[in-house]
């Protein structure tokens, strides 16, 4: 039994944001911003962190081995395929932690052993000289069948147990298409554990994808036929509709004990920080009415809950807001606001600055409280993500932008960018503010990026309220996203705009093999 072999009613948690999430389209994230996500999640009890996917580049290597140098508390783990050249690159980056962990993987479904061209008897051999290959570098080995809820249970059996006399210490059984549903999922675990040899001396773990709808209940389902790891995503971030929602399966063990009696090590209090951070960094926004992290779980609008709150709260809300680091009290903050109270609402609120960075806050937030008679929670929260999507080391950044428009056209936009520290300007005409807008953007940063998404959410009420602003966009491909806040919505667009083409920039210098989603 390794030493993350969690006790019959402890549950680890595996967290794939920084490596299955980030797979998903446009969800590129900087060394820096996964090394603030890797932090955050060590600190908040996530048992393991799949750090990356060595061997896809230079990249992710660099950004597996700082986060493995970084760790304090937490497994970090790399990915690698089923060939001696990934297990020595994965090895190469996660050796440096406190507790490294090789996690290789080979799909053994009849369409997956396609893709190599293996009959099963050479699938069966490679995953014992890979596996022993991992285990010879590295006492914490995790093997996972990928697409193995489609996958022959007799072979499904014979590979797994190849797999732990080995010297795989977790066997991962993903669920890569999303494909199972809970009874089958329970069904399935129950069966391992049952017929391969030496399943009790290993940890069960299940990897599902959302793509049913069904991933939380699945996961739950393998808990409670004997896996003792799950891994998830913050937010439940991940390629098509994402992977197991980290804070729904936590929350769902903790408010159903009597009937999921198992525990985690994680601090729910910090949910919404890492909620919070990881929107931010992927410029995926949640969705308002998402389980445990959305805008609207503790919202109640109907005249009947609102009575029901009133007098009792427990009468519609199964948890307490400030289970998952909501506040319970919303404060607002204005124009006559000291630094001093912005620290400790920007505490509160799970941001915690040092003294440079709060002065420049406290600039934009001045900036903002001038604009708008009250700054909310909410307000604080888009301002700042806006800090951390437009950084000042970015290479393209906007100086000024006047936008003319009205029920006569062609509308127009005045724009001045710095380009790696040069200010250009330009005139441009479009199809209303933001079309002009954004042509101006392009006029002076050429490319070929397609448009694919624009979306506005307004963060408060009220006609001075911040709009936030998402566009997607794919170029040769590549997709990426980009956001920003401000009261002027046409700024707020130009800005996500060009933070969408910062990343756009990262992208290009990254090249990767096809990744998997084991």
């Known amino acids: ?71 304090q508390n937490a497994v970090v783990c790399g990915l690698a395929r089923a060939n001696f050249k990934d297990i020595d690159r994965c090895w190469e980056a996660v050796k440096h932690a406190r507790r490294p962990r090789i996690h290789t993987f080979i799909g053994t479904s009849p369409s997956h052993r396609a893709i190599p061209n293996l009959d099963m008897d050479q699938m069966a051999e490679r995953i014992h000289d890979t596996v022993t290959h991992a285990r010879n570098l590295c006492d914490n080995v995790q093997w996972s069948p990928m697409d193995a809820t ?14 732990i006399k080995a010297g795989a210490t977790t066997i991962n059984i993903p669920d890569t298409v999303g494909y199972t549903a809970p009874r089958e999922s329970a069904a399935l675990i129950g069966m391992l554990r049952a017929r391969v040899p030496g399943a009790d001396e290993v940890v069960f773990a299940t990897h599902c994808h959302n793509d049913l709808g069904m991933a939380t209940a699945n996961s739950l389902a393998a808990v409670e036929a004997g896996a003792r790891q799950i891994e998830c995503t913050i937010n439940g971030l991940g390629e098509r509709a994402g992977n197991t929602a980290l804070e729904e399966v936590v929350m769902a063990m903790r408010v159903r004990n009597d009937i999921l009696p198992y525990a985690t090590s994680i601090d729910t209090r910090k949910i919404m920080q890492a909620s919070r951070l990881v929107a931010t960094v992927s410029g995926f926004p949640v969705q308002f009415n998402k389980a445990i992290v ?33 506040n319970a009290t919303s404060l607002v903050m204005g124009k006559h606001s000291g630094r001093a109270a912005l620290r400790s609402k920007l505490q509160e609120l799970g941001y915690k600055l040092g003294d440079n960075q709060l002065n420049d806050v406290f600039v934009r937030f001045k900036e903002l409280a001038d604009r708008k008679k009250e700054v909310y929670d909410d307000d604080l929260v888009a301002l700042m993500q806006d800090t951390d999507t ?4 970015d290479r393209i950044q906007v100086r000024r932008l ?9 509308q127009t936009a005045e724009l001045t960018l710095a380009i790696d520290g040069h200010e250009q ?49 794919e170029e040769n491909g590549k997709i990426v996203t980009g956001q920003s806040a401000d009261t002027d919505t046409v700024v707020a667009s130009a800005k996500a705009y060009v933070n969408a083409l910062n990343k756009l920039l990262v992208r290009r210098l990254k090249s990767a093999p096809d990744a998997a989603s084991a």
């Open 1 to 71: 039994m390794t030493e993350t072999t969690p006790h019959q009613d402890h549950v680890l948690i595996f967290d794939t944001t920084l490596r299955d999430g980030e797979q998903s389209p446009g969800a590129t994230m900087t060394l820096e911003e996964k090394l603030q996500i890797a932090a955050l999640l060590d600190e908040m009890g996530v048992d393991i962190i799949e750090a990356g996917f060595p061997i896809a580049s230079e990249g992710d290597f660099e950004a597996v081995s700082a986060i493995a140098r970084q760790a």
């Open 150 to 163: 489609r996958t022959e249970h007799d072979y499904l059996c014979r590979v797994i147990e190849i797999a």
């Open 294 to 326: 959305g805008k609207n779980a503790f919202a109640h609008e109907s005249g009947i809950h609102q009575d029901g709150m009133l007098k009792d709260a427990q009468t519609f809300e199964i948890m307490r807001p400030e289970d998952v680091g909501l």
């Open 390 to 393: 437009n950084a000042a080391n």
């Open 402 to 410: 006047r936008v003319v428009c009205g029920t006569e056209g062609p």
């Open 425 to 473: 300007s330009v005139h441009a005409t479009g199809d209303g503010p933001v079309d002009a807008a954004f042509n101006a953007v392009k006029a002076l940063v050429p490319h070929e990026a397609q448009l694919q998404l624009y979306q506005v959410h307004a963060v408060t009420e009220g006609t001075d309220a911040q709009a936030t602003v998402s566009v997607r966009m």
